[in-house]
């Protein structure tokens, strides 16, 4: 196969989470079949519900800032398929792209013959990335887990260094309807002989994590609040000093944007500083360049176009309060909210929180089978919202043209609600400058 045509295949199999199937048979099967690629290198799971492909790329950076050969494989991607694996910092080449997932393929066939289990979407590029990591002689993996955990297809890359990002509320159809039930899934990535990081959790989740951490004898090292905060631009990026039992990293600019970054920050030096004790080389001053040059697109990304245009990928409350959090603070400028949704996520309470933020508020429908309709997203604004300011576009075109029209030069469009609405919104834009 060629790259576009490799594309299709891959999205011939279905939605990513509409055809979903959860379960580890499969994709280590596929792997088997392959020649366990995964175990020509050690990897780092991050699971969570918010933060974790922060911390999968701010622990990327300080890696390659450290000199170390890294993979990266992260999801969803915005624009191109090809985002989704990095290698030594650069997105895989199509042709490479194209290779592997041709050889994937090729094994996944067999495996639909012989069983009658054809591999899905997300098994198929988790193979084809581990696959062109261990052709590209990668010395260290870092894997975004897909979603949950126990049954992800990321897990079965057995990493040997794990971490556990937040855990809120989202996807509850598929992971269950409590923190303790969410969390439970996802700390089932720690198995014995692991080295686990844990982020600062609500009672409730964190509870589950310690049982398991007990259950599989490993000593978790959990991150606390060991921060100081020293002040922030105005373009809202933090500058902090960190303090762990090893080091104490001073007057850090974070490059990416928001106070919830300082624990996904604080998360990825505990990452870094376990990594140390397992031998690799990771100074002190490659943690703070990690830190200070890390990017992350479409996270709070703000491009420097006429208006500005901020871009945030909040698809639950919890990164939608993180989202207002930041506009109520570092925000003056009047607001334009373009919205776009899937109509599994907790639409009132997100709305409830990102609407009256809003001078003008725009919604649209992604492009997606998932997608809310323009309808259900207007049911779900607040009943106290002022109606006159809600306008609708039937696409993310639309929706760009009216929000120009709409907000001054010195005012600001957030794009928000999916990242899938973000993607579609990079691709319509074309090339832009991030600032």
Same mark, same amino acid.
């Given at each position: 196969?060629?790259?576009?045509?490799a594309?299709?295949y891959?999205?011939?199999?279905g939605?990513e989470?509409?055809?979903?199937?959860?379960?580890l048979e499969?994709?280590?099967?596929?792997?088997?079949?392959?020649?366990k690629?995964?175990e020509?290198?050690p990897?780092v799971?991050?699971?969570?519900t918010?933060g974790k492909?922060?911390?999968?790329?701010?622990?990327?950076?300080i890696c390659?800032?450290?000199g170390?050969?890294?993979?990266?494989y992260?999801s969803?991607?915005l624009?191109s398929?090809?985002?989704?694996i990095?290698?030594?910092g650069?997105?895989?080449a199509?042709?490479?792209?194209a290779r592997?997932?041709s050889?994937?393929? %090729?094994?996944?066939?067999?495996?639909?013959?012989? %069983?009658?289990?054809?591999? %899905?979407?997300?098994?198929q590029?988790?193979?084809?990335?581990?696959l062109?990591f261990?052709?590209?002689?990668?010395?260290?993996?870092?894997?975004e887990t897909?979603?949950?955990?126990?049954l992800?297809?990321?897990t079965? /890359?057995r990493?040997r260094?794990?971490?556990? %990002?937040?855990?809120?509320?989202?996807?509850?159809?598929?992971l269950?309807s409590?923190?303790a039930?969410?969390?439970?899934?996802?700390?089932?990535i720690?198995?014995?002989?692991?080295?686990?990081?844990?982020?600062?959790q609500?009672?409730e989740?964190?509870?589950?994590i310690?049982?398991r951490?007990?259950?599989?004898e490993?000593?978790?090292?959990?991150?606390?609040?060991?921060?100081?905060?020293?002040?922030?631009?105005?373009?809202g990026r933090?500058r902090?000093?960190?303090?762990?039992?090893?080091?104490?990293?001073?007057?850090?600019?974070?490059?990416?944007?928001?106070?919830?970054?300082a624990?996904?920050?604080a998360v990825?030096i505990?990452?870094?500083?376990t990594?140390r004790?397992?031998?690799?080389?990771? @100074?002190?001053?490659?943690?703070?360049?990690g830190?200070?040059t890390v990017?992350?697109?479409?996270?709070?990304?703000?491009?420097?176009?006429?208006p500005k245009?901020?871009?945030?990928?909040a698809?639950?409350?919890?990164?939608a309060?993180a989202l207002?959090e930041?506009?109520d603070?570092?925000v003056?400028?009047p607001?334009?909210?373009?919205?776009?949704?899937?109509?599994d996520?907790?639409?009132?309470e997100?709305?409830?929180?990102l609407f009256p933020?809003a001078?003008?508020?725009?919604l649209?429908r992604?492009a997606n089978?998932?997608a809310?309709?323009?309808a259900t997203l207007?049911?779900?604004?607040?009943?106290?919202f002022d109606?006159?300011?809600?306008?609708?576009?039937? @696409?993310?075109?639309?929706?760009l043209?009216? /929000?120009?029209?709409?907000?001054p030069?010195?005012?600001?469009i957030?794009?928000?609600?999916?990242?899938?609405?973000?993607g579609?919104t990079?691709?319509?834009l074309?090339?832009?400058?991030?600032?």
């Amino acid at each position: 196969m060629d790259f576009a045509e490799a594309v299709r295949y891959l999205y011939g199999l279905g939605h990513e989470t509409l055809a979903m199937k959860l379960g580890l048979e499969n994709i280590e099967r596929l792997l088997d079949e392959l020649g366990k690629p995964h175990e020509k290198f050690p990897s780092v799971q991050i699971a969570g519900t918010n933060g974790k492909g922060s911390v999968a790329v701010m622990l990327d950076a300080i890696c390659r800032a450290a000199g170390i050969r890294t993979g990266l494989y992260t999801s969803p991607h915005l624009v191109s398929i090809t985002e989704r694996i990095r290698i030594g910092g650069r997105e895989i080449a199509q042709e490479d792209f194209a290779r592997h997932a041709s050889r994937v393929r %090729t094994e996944a066939e067999m495996i639909e013959r012989e %069983t009658g289990a054809w591999p %899905t979407f997300f098994e198929q590029v988790t193979a084809t990335a581990l696959l062109a990591f261990a052709d590209a002689q990668i010395e260290l993996a870092i894997l975004e887990t897909g979603l949950g955990g126990r049954l992800d297809a990321t897990t079965a /890359a057995r990493a040997r260094t794990v971490a556990i %990002t937040p855990i809120d509320f989202d996807h509850q159809e598929y992971l269950g309807s409590t923190l303790a039930a969410i969390a439970a899934e996802k700390a089932a990535i720690i198995r014995p002989g692991t080295r686990a990081v844990i982020a600062p959790q609500h009672p409730e989740a964190r509870r589950v994590i310690e049982r398991r951490c007990r259950e599989c004898e490993v000593t978790p090292r959990i991150v606390y609040p060991n921060f100081e905060i020293r002040g922030s631009s105005d373009l809202g990026r933090l500058r902090l000093d960190f303090a762990t039992e090893e080091d104490r990293y001073e007057n850090v600019r974070l490059n990416l944007r928001g106070r919830h970054q300082a624990v996904n920050a604080a998360v990825a030096i505990a990452l870094a500083e376990t990594l140390r004790e397992d031998g690799f080389a990771i @100074s002190r001053e490659a943690i703070i360049e990690g830190l200070e040059t890390v990017e992350h697109a479409g996270r709070l990304e703000l491009l420097e176009t006429r208006p500005k245009m901020l871009l945030d990928g909040a698809h639950n409350a919890a990164s939608a309060r993180a989202l207002r959090e930041f506009l109520d603070e570092f925000v003056r400028s009047p607001i334009t909210l373009i919205f776009g949704a899937m109509r599994d996520k907790d639409l009132t309470e997100i709305a409830r929180i990102l609407f009256p933020a809003a001078r003008e508020l725009i919604l649209t429908r992604v492009a997606n089978e998932r997608a809310a309709t323009i309808a259900t997203l207007v049911e779900a604004a607040p009943r106290d919202f002022d109606r006159r300011k809600i306008k609708t576009a039937g @696409s993310v075109a639309e929706a760009l043209a009216r /929000a120009r029209d709409l907000t001054p030069d010195d005012g600001l469009i957030c794009v928000t609600g999916s990242l899938y609405l973000i993607g579609e919104t990079k691709a319509a834009l074309g090339p832009a400058t991030a600032i």
